[in-house]
């Protein structure tokens, strides 16, 4: 069995990374999050990592004492996080939330490890110049968001060249089925209420507006090179159908299974092979699985990033800052469900215009959006 770092451990994906861990008794050997120092040393002291890292200074300092009486080197800051990601061990969970986890994402790829991706906004944010270093250095990108790793499991066996469409499926969120005018008063709490998945905060409100399905639009256009007039997104309110790809000769192939994030994160890190049997899913209790198209006249975030990826360049990095920042605000209470979208508008639209950039042109866009979020608040 391979040895794993998780980036993020801290998080709804990171906890759940280390149960599947623990169950197939993977050796874990670097750890890094934010800043719940409480929980890293919890972890450290169950797994035992050579490293770990909080990108927190002051709660790294709590935790380098803590693990005082441990071998466990403790990090801190980016560039600690940097260091857990390169260190020892063979693929690299990168469950960190934003386009904060680019960075470390690219050092463990530099550091020629796989990768098993959940953070989606890496790839709508650096996407090219990610999958180039994959490339470059001959490593694997394995997918873990679920509607991902459902399209991969699909093709598997699927001869090259004959993956004609993406069926991307969404659960619509909690506010399926609204009027915009109904949306302008739903709280933080009403939006961080998903009804299929328990996740982080920032994922959980981008379910709410759809702007995740936006996010994995852009995700499906880099990790399976296809046009995003190639991928039709469908609401299915049960989360069974976790996607499916229809193949040159019109056969639909897709991934079925109870809604648990431990199944994607599992075969990722156990791909090609099968891991252990979580739940099984039972149709006839399910009974009916429905299917419809979303309302992209309320839910704006969803076209907005079908036309930053469409247009490309630096759009998908701007939409994503300014998302990003809109987000934060809304679960500040300063701005109210709606605007969101509105914001997102706005900041992308303030993406430079150009085709050929680099690494510092993307977070430059990343804050000209931000900054343009703001602006627009105060004006
Ligand atoms: P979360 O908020 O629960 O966890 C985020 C983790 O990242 C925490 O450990 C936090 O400490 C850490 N972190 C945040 N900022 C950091 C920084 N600057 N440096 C180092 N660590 C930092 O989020 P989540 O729900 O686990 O989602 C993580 C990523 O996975 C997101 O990109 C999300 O879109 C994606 N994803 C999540 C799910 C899910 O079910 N939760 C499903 C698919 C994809
Ligand atoms: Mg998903």
């Known amino acids: 069995m391979r040895e794993l770092i998780i980036l993020g451990s801290t998080g709804s994906i990171g906890t759940q990374a280390l149960e599947v861990a623990r169950n197939l008794n993977i050796r874990v050997t670097g750890l890094a999050a934010g800043s719940n120092a409480e929980l890293l040393e919890k972890q450290a002291r169950e797994f035992k990592p050579l490293s770990v890292a909080l990108r927190d200074q002051k709660q790294a300092e709590k935790l380098k004492i803590a693990l005082k009486d441990t071998d466990i080197k403790v990090f801190s800051g980016k560039e600690g996080v940097n260091a857990v990601a390169c260190g020892r061990g063979d693929i690299?969970?990168?469950?960190?939330?934003?386009?904060?986890?680019?960075?470390?994402?690219?050092?463990?790829?530099?550091?020629?490890?796989d990768i098993a991706l959940a953070n989606k906004e890496t790839l709508v944010t650096g996407g090219d110049t990610v999958k180039k270093k994959i490339a470059q250095k001959g490593v694997r990108l394995l997918p873990v968001d679920s509607e991902h790793s459902a399209i991969f499991q699909s093709l598997q066996g699927a001869p090259s060249g004959s993956l004609n469409k993406i069926i991307l499926t969404a659960s619509g969120g909690p506010f399926f089925g609204m009027t915009r005018e109904r949306l302008k008063s739903v709280t933080v709490n009403d939006a961080l209420k998903h009804p299929n998945w328990s996740m982080g905060k920032k994922i959980t409100i981008d379910s709410?507006?759809?702007?995740?399905?936006?996010?994995?639009?852009?995700?499906?256009?880099?990790?399976?090179?296809?046009?995003?007039?190639d991928i039709e997104v469908v609401v299915h309110r049960q989360s069974i159908l976790h996607s499916a790809v229809e193949l040159s000769d019109g056969a639909v192939i897709g991934q079925l299974g109870t809604p648990d994030m431990k199944i994607p994160i599992q075969y990722a890190l156990t791909y090609p092979e099968r891991g252990v049997k979580f739940e099984s899913l039972s149709l006839t209790e399910i009974g009916t699985l429905t299917f419809e198209k979303p309302d992209t006249e309320t839910f704006k975030c969803l076209p907005l990033c079908i036309e930053a990826i469409k247009k490309g360049g630096l759009f998908p990095a701007a939409a994503n800052g300014a998302n990003e920042e809109a987000v934060s605000l809304f679960l500040e209470g300063k701005i109210r469900f709606t605007d969101i979208a509105d914001l997102v508008n706005a900041g992308m639209n303030s993406a430079p215009h150009k085709t050929d950039f680099d690494i510092e042109d993307i977070y430059n866009a990343d804050a000209l959006a931000r900054q343009t979020v703001r602006n627009t608040l105060k004006g």
Do not use: Q, W, Y
């Open 92 to 113: 690299v969970l990168c469950a960190i939330v934003g386009i904060a986890g680019l960075e470390s994402t690219l050092a463990a790829i530099e550091a020629g490890k």
């Open 208 to 229: 709410a507006t759809l702007m995740n399905k936006g996010l994995e639009v852009i995700e499906a256009v880099h990790l399976f090179d296809v046009r995003p007039d």
